[in-house]
């Protein structure tokens, strides 16, 4: 028997999968609860984020800038759902809460940041994509934009998936 695979693009995820995740991601994680950080779209090969700017995320007080931590943080969670959606995507054949389970060993072994530009934004998009997901290590890149679009930081990350 021959197994079809389907284009990561083309794998529509179910309602109950996205709202899974979501809620590990957004609501169990309680840092990321701290942080603000929202997800907006949830894709096998891409998920976008979004942190509203609020006084406890300053960083630079005279400026009201963001705090760098902050985008580091925000980059290393939204790649490592990107991960969670990539590994997701490849079990379609699994039920939704089974694709759930498979992230307990999920951790970050390498995380690069560059900052290119203050953070001044009142709001701020987060990207993550999987570059490679192997039956070991994932390997991702990040950008982190203001409300204009503008690209602000970018990253690279490398995540333990077994």
Do not use: C, W
Not at 96 to 115: C, E, N, S, V
């Amino acid at each position: 028997m021959i197994k079809k695979t389907v284009p990561p693009e083309a794998i529509e995820f179910e309602p109950e999968f996205v709202n899974g995740l979501k809620k590990i991601f957004e609501e169990m994680i309680v840092f990321n609860q701290v942080l603000g950080l929202k997800v907006t779209s949830l894709k096998p090969t891409r998920v976008i984020g979004r942190i509203d700017m609020r006084p406890e995320l300053v960083g630079h007080f005279a400026f009201n800038r963001l705090h760098g931590g902050v985008i580091s943080a925000g980059l290393d969670a939204m790649a490592g759902i990107a991960v969670m959606a990539a590994i997701g995507a490849r079990h379609m054949d699994e039920p939704p809460m089974q694709r759930l389970h498979r992230f307990a060993k999920l951790g970050t072994i390498d995380l690069r940041i560059d900052y290119l530009r203050p953070a001044i934004s009142e709001h701020f998009e987060l990207r993550a994509e999987v570059m490679r997901l192997g039956s070991r290590v994932a390997s991702t890149r990040m950008e982190f934009l203001g409300a204009n679009g503008e690209l602000m930081s970018t990253g690279t990350a490398a995540y333990i998936v077994s």
